[in-house]
């Protein structure tokens, strides 16, 4: 693929971003040359512990926030007002008028839009069609998160950008924003980039993911691929001790057997070797780790 035809084929890409807040001695560097392409159709994850810079990130996507240097692509334009109303956002703790109903707020911002979906439709799709005409002053925390997604949904965009979007939300309220999240890229073909600090539901949402850590990227890669690559060997055998004495510093013993660092391909022979060794072995598996075990291994402080 050409350098054009994948700047057209990413929905959001960020080019050697480095933004740092204050001056002189008290700067604080939010990130590192940062670069990260998000593809369209998929739904994306940001990642990171606090102050990894994922807000600094969407704000800059947003508009809201400068960067050093470094420069924006929103679906192969150069970020401006223009690629920007093609994007919707839900970024900071949106800001509603108390005394306007949902309808009222979504109707305001559909007027400002070049095509934008009608409005019932929005307030159906994000579950508050029952509460359209009651006033934004009553709504529940859950509710407001439900009309701010409406507000990014409003003009049709392409790409939404959403800063922890089941903040807030009650357990059903967190699956059912859940599916709705992943039928947007799946039915909609709306790409979404979003940060969360809920890692199981990154897991089960997100196709990729990227993990910051200080500003700078630890990891990137789809879920799966990320989960696989760290995925380890586990053999339950007779007289594990002696195995480990064998395997040397390969072998961890864990969970009454032991862990194995072997490549996916050597394993047929690990396996043979061991029988011709006259060891019996019980089980062997590959065992997968969640993302939690991922997202702690890359952002752990005491890595270089
Ligand atoms: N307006 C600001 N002025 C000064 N420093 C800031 C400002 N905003 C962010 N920072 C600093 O920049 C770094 C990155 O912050 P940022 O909020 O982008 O991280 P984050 O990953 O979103 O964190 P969290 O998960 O806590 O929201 C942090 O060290 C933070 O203290």
Redesign the pocket.
Known sequence: MNVAARAANNAIAVNGIRKS??FGARA?L?LDDLTLHIPRGQVYGLL??????????LRIIAGLVRPDRGHIEILGEPAAPASRRRLGMLIEAPGFYPFLTAREHLEMLARMADTPLPVDAVLKRTGILHAADKKVSGFSLGMKQRLGIGCALVGQPEAIVLDEPTNGLDPDGILEMRALIRELAERDGITVLLSS?LLDEVERVCRRIAI?RR?ALAAEGDVAELLGRNGRFWLNVDGAEAVSKKLGARAEPANGGLYIAVKQADVPELIASLVAAGIRIHEAKWVKPDLETVFLSETRENRS
């Not at 990171?48 to 990130?57: D, E, M, V």
């Open positions: 807040y204050g604080v939010a990171g512990p606090n102050g990894a810079g994922k807000s600094t990130l600090h910051l500003g």
